[in-house]
């Protein structure tokens, strides 16, 4: 890495990524080591290793080394994602991970610091002063209070990892920005950013024209946002698809001649890979052991076993990637997951998984309705929909701008990365040469 004046950092729920811009030219995306090769993206995951005999404390690593080392460790440490989304959380004030207690600030600044780390900041004066994405919304429902509680937390953890002066900007707003990069005019856009935790709109004017007159707050014609995105989806088959082939749904017998339910809990684990390892337990273990010997699928119950004995929440977790994937491009897939001693195939559309996320889909109409009728525009005034993050090629997200703007009108690009290359074109704006 070579010395830049500007920095922006999109810390995700998901994935994080930091764009460096120079006096001229565009902003280019740092790139992170890891095991593949150098990548753009910096999973936003913690890992912390068992403590060693004689340690004061556990070894936490960030990003592709805490999922390398994770799973390639015999006994596990302890694994923490989505972060992101506890910052509006009042209960979620830290955790103790062996003798120490960590805050949710600590943490976060953990993840932040190895990330400038991964860029060798050492070896050049980093920038003390970044503009840094945040969601219009950090809470579903929507509260004001709970956001200015959630973001004075992630600018006191950003802090912490030894930045100084931050400035905050909607990640669509970034988004925003850009896409205006491309433009030869000027254009009243609407910016969808779907994240892994949160979906976030904004309805803003940008160009060239724009650029040279100067910005001015009612370019921003309205924001709007809903806590609701790619994590939820991934819920919703891992709940649907993959837990019912576990068991889920099943019964057993109860001495002496009750039939119950198979508890639902324990599948819930599952919606986050890494509480898998929380299952781990004698007293789980027994359980679920003694619910399989009467149970009406046994041989679901014995799959569930080994998938938690052998840990392979990771595997399954990439399983539902592909899957979701590859519901984006054909009518229909097989979820396939083989892993040791496990394996579950089964068939299942695209109109499956809509049906399984028809209430986020709703809650995300709403939002973007919402937005439309608060700006007093037609959707017709809109002349560019620009989408972006992961979730962006979901067909059923996509098709609730098609049915509104027309699909002539919807574009992306750059859907993991667009919203630091804006941050870092919008901290050229705050601070000019």
Known sequence: MTAARWIGLDFGTTNSAVALADPSGPPRLALFPGAAGPRPTFPSVLYFEPRASGSSRPTARAGPAAIERYLASEHKGRFIQSLKTYLADRTFEGTAIGPEHYTLEKLVAIIARQMGEALDFSSWPAPRRIILGRPVHFSNPSDAELDRFAADRLLAAIRLAGFEEIVFEFEPIAAAYAYEARLDRDERILIGDFG????????????????????????????????????????????????????????????????????????????????????????????????????????????????????????????????KFELSTALESEFTFESGPVTIRKKVTRADFERWIADELSAIVGCVDRLMAASGLAFADIDRVFLTGGSSFVPAVRQIFFDRFGEEKVTGGEELTSVATGLALRAREQWPA
Do not use: C
Not at 283 to 307: K, N, V
């Open 196 to 323: 892994g935790g949160t979906s976030d709109f904004t309805i803003i004017s940008v160009g060239p024209g724009v650029r040279a007159r100067g910005r001015q707050a009612s370019d921003i014609i309205g924001t709007d946002g809903v806590a609701i995105a790619g994590d939820v989806f991934d819920k919703r088959i891992i709940r649907n698809l993959v837990a019912p082939r576990l068991g889920l749904g099943g019964e057993y017998l109860s001495p002496p001649n009750k039939f119950l339910p198979v508890p639902s809990w324990p599948y819930e684990r599952l919606e986050r890979w890494h509480y898998l390892s929380f299952l781990k337990s004698p007293q789980t273990l027994e359980m679920l052991e003694r619910i399989q010997r009467t149970a009406s699928t046994p041989e679901r119950l014995q799959a569930f076993l080994l998938l938690i004995k052998h840990e392979l929440g990771y595997q399954l977790h990439e399983a539902v990637q592909r899957t």
